[in-house]
Nanobody, 122 residues
Framework: QVQLDESGGGSVQSGGSLRLSCVASRYSGRHCMAWLRQVSGKDREAVASIDVDGTTTYADSVKGRFTISQDNDKDTLSQQMNNLNPDDPALYCC?????????????????WGQGTQVTGPS
């Protein structure tokens, strides 16, 4: 079973930036990968995905602000998040899709990592 280890979360002011990373180990084959986020009491949502051919898809809420990328040699998925706003704090998890190509329907992501927390200003 794939093991996912996310990092890079923290507290951020509105307008600030963070870079999240996810290292995958015990990985068998290649799949579309995504960043999911969840706020307590709300449904989990996929905000960005990247196919095995590098095609990216973004939720409208993050388009133009978030950039997903993948280093296949290092089995690392990243997400650069800029111009963060009050709707962005959440638990962010990386997740492999069932398929080589997928987009943002969360039903296609059956498992995810423990996540890294992004919080607003204290």
């Amino acid at each position: 079973q794939v093991q996912l280890d996310e990092s890079g979360g923290g507290s951020v002011q509105s307008g600030g930036s963070l870079r999240l990373s996810c290292v995958a180990s015990r990985y068998s084959g290649r799949h579309c990968m995504a960043w999911l986020r969840q706020v307590s009491g709300k449904d989990r949502e996929a905000v960005a995905s990247i196919d095995v051919d590098g095609t990216t898809t973004y939720a409208d809420s993050v388009k133009g602000r978030f950039t997903i990328s993948q280093d296949n040699d290092k089995d690392t998925l990243s997400q650069q998040m800029n111009n963060l706003n009050p709707d962005d704090p959440a638990l962010y998890c990386c997740a492999p899709a069932r398929f080589l190509r997928w987009e943002l329907d969360v039903s296609g992501y059956p498992s995810w990592g423990q996540g890294t927390q992004v919080t607003g200003p204290s």
